[in-house]
């Protein structure tokens, strides 16, 4: 079995809602962005195309990340999920550096939102981001292990994302994956990332 | 505004930029960091000329140089109290290396360092403990390049002359502190020689330098973005760049090294070239790390 996930680039508008269900379900600190949104604007005018990237962890199959980890923190379940350790993890952020994708993040210090202490919220979801760790999507584990898609997913408003077994040849992502080109971003670097993105 | 005055802040404008710096391993604590592999490279250089010159002033100072460098290293950790993890994943990390090395090295060396004062250094295992802490040192010297060579992700840093940068650096930081410590009375260093040395391998360092950022200059558009930060005369780190890489890493040096060579130089003055050209090792590092940036990823919005 393989997770993978398929981003319509055709369907996405860039509402950030992708980032914003991602941070409320997993109540990320400032400055964390697990699931994030990258605008580009291409052409000159009149001729102009705004475009939007989704990025989150691609859950390489061969982990630039996992390579680099001095400490075995980083590692890679059967199902395909990179994830990280956060008792195993030292800080070194030497896997933030191997990471083509920006998809980790080092959680320097504790730091609310609202900068007059801790809300409710953050003082409930904060304690799962231990500081002077890095940490980084995991395809909302937890939700998976409740047969709930992962919340960028089930929160699209634009229905852009997909997600699913990449090694089940009927499901929906291996379809689209096959019949829309599904395309991987930097390829050439050999991570076999598994976010796959259907061309705009 | 300065990037160590509101990392959060800079953090959330990079990540909306197409060539995204690096700025985890130059900025804030990341300055240990690059503290560590200055001092950690320097100490090993150290041994290398001390064992060579028979300076047993010069071992003590290489020990106290990477030991320095190995609590600069701990300080930059998130998590310093489980450093010894670190030491896990030799087979596959360079960082793991790294700290074996350094243990290795600080281990073996102290201890033939005790053997030379009791006068026992000449036996058998006098020179296994020799053998161990050159092995030691070779790992300290060679491990920081690839540290960054491996990094498919910052183009700047993926090439195997950074290792060679890097031990070049190291080494010609051993003999500037050995220089140093002339300069303050430490005996026993023929200066004449370890400044012709000291010469070469800042000259083989220059061209090292010249030859990485050719090759960089003309390869894909985030390595051209970093040497633009070091050569363009607006690029974050071009003044230490033109300063300290340049000026006091290089030209000081070199200047200093030729006239020496052929006229006669009091050695405070040889002192002064060797802080000068450590404060060179020093920028080198930070260079490096500064004009780090990752491969960009909003070119490669898919397209039909």
């Known amino acids: 079995m393989r997770y993978v996930m398929v981003i319509d680039l055709k369907r996405c ?20 962005f697990w699931a994030r949104v990258l605008k580009q604007e291409a052409g000159k005018f009149p001729n102009v195309r705004r475009s939007s990237l989704p990025l989150l962890c691609m859950h390489c199959q061969d982990p630039a990340c996992q390579q680099v980890c001095p400490t075995g923190a980083t590692t890679k379940s059967d199902n395909g999920i990179v994830e990280v350790d956060s008792d195993e993890c030292v800080g070194c952020r030497y896997c933030m550096m191997a990471c083509p994708y920006g998809a980790r993040y080092f959680n320097a210090k504790e730091r609310s939102y609202f900068g007059q202490g801790l809300n409710e919220y953050e003082k409930v979801g904060y304690p799962n981001h231990p500081t002077g760790v890095v940490g980084k999507c995991d395809f909302c584990r937890h939700r998976l292990e409740k047969k709930l898609e992962p919340a960028c997913v089930a929160n699209c408003m634009a229905r852009a994302r997909y997600f699913g077994d990449v090694d089940d040849p009927n ?13 991987q971003l930097h390829p050439e670097l050999g991570t076999d990332p598994s976010v796959y993105y259907l061309p705009a | 505004m300065a990037i160590w005055e509101d990392p959060f802040q800079k953090l959330s404008e990079d990540l909306k930029t ?25 100490g090993a250089g150290t041994w290398l000329f001390s064992i060579y010159y028979g300076l047993a002033a010069g071992l003590m100072l290489s020990l106290g140089v990477v030991a320095l460098g190995g609590v600069a290293h701990l300080l930059f950790l998130g998590r310093f109290g489980r450093a010894w993890r670190i030491v896990r994943q030799p087979h ?11 243990a290795l090295f600080l281990v073996c060396g102290t201890a033939y360092l005790l053997l030379e004062r009791i006068g026992a250094v000449s036996g058998a295992l006098g020179g296994v403990l020799l053998l161990l802490s050159l092995v030691g040192m070779a790992g300290i010297l060679l491990y920081k390049g690839f540290v960054y060579a491996v990094s498919r992700a910052i183009p700047f840093w993926n090439t195997p002359l950074l290792p060679a940068l890097y031990i070049a650096y190291g080494v010609r930081g051993g003999a500037a502190i050995l220089l140093v410590a002339a300069a303050l009375g430490v005996g026993g260093v023929e200066l004449s020689s370890l400044e012709f040395i000291k010469l070469w391998v800042v000259v083989s360092s220059a061209v090292l330098v010249l030859i990485y950022l050719a090759g960089m200059s003309s390869s894909g558009v985030a390595s051209r973005r970093s040497v633009s930060q070091l050569l363009g005369l607006r690029g974050s780190a071009s003044l230490a760049f033109y300063l300290g890489v340049m000026l006091l890493g290089l030209v000081v040096p070199i200047g200093m090294g030729l006239f020496s060579h052929y006229g006669t ?6 002192g002064l070239v060797g802080v000068s050209s450590l404060i060179g090792d020093f920028y080198v590092k930070y260079c490096v790390a500064r004009a780090g940036i990752y491969l960009p990823l909003s070119g490669e919005f898919p397209a039909r």
């Open chain 2, 92 to 102: 596959k990390s360079w960082i793991s290396r790294g700290l074996l090395s350094m």
């Open chain 2, 18 to 42: 197409t060539l995204r710096p690096q700025r985890e391993w130059v900025a804030g604590r990341g300055l240990f960091l690059l503290l560590g592999h200055f001092l950690s490279g320097a």
């Open chain 1, 13 to 32: 508008i860039g509402c950030y809602g992708c980032q914003i269900a991602c941070k409320s379900e997993n109540a990320t600190p400032p400055g964390v």
């Open chain 2, 265 to 270: 130089v009091l050695p405070w003055v040889l």
């Open chain 1, 171 to 183: 499901s929906e992502v291996s379809h689209l994956i096959r019949e829309k080109r599904g395309q």
